[in-house]
């Protein structure tokens, strides 16, 4: 499976942005996926989980109530739906995809990593 991340920008606190994740394949809808980010001197954090079905989410806490995390199995893409973005969410975000359906928040259980999308929040 091959991701591209794309969707990242420049915003001001309080503004939204949506994270596209395409995949190539056609087994997408056997993966879990999941976001991660990746702030300068920081270690890759989870941000979101979603199940290969999309029944079942997971979050952060740093992020839940925030951010929403989708796919479309038809289109082969996930989603990460940010909201009320704040500074501290500025970092490079990565989607990933891990085989089987269950959902995981360490970054070493997934199997695919798309390049990276920057997003940066000013105050």
């Known amino acids: 499976v091959q991701l591209q991340a794309s969707g990242g920008g420049l915003v001001q606190a309080g503004d939204s942005l949506r994270l596209s994740c395409a995949a190539s394949g056609r087994t997408f809808s056997s993966y879990a996926m999941g976001w991660f980010r990746q702030a300068p001197g920081k270690e890759r954090e989870f941000v979101a989980s979603?199940?290969?079905?999309?029944?079942?989410?997971l979050y952060a806490a740093s992020v839940k109530g925030r951010f929403t995390i989708s796919r479309d199995n038809a289109k082969n893409t996930a989603y990460l739906q940010m909201n009320s973005l704040k500074p501290e969410d500025t970092a490079v975000y990565y989607c990933?995809?891990?085989?089987?359906?269950?959902?995981?928040?360490?970054?070493?259980?997934?199997?695919?990593w798309g390049q990276g999308t920057l997003v940066t929040v000013s105050s």
């Open positions: 979603i199940s290969a079905s999309g029944g079942a989410t």
């Open positions: 990933a995809a891990k085989t089987g359906s269950y959902l995981s928040t360490g970054p070493g259980l997934y199997d695919y």
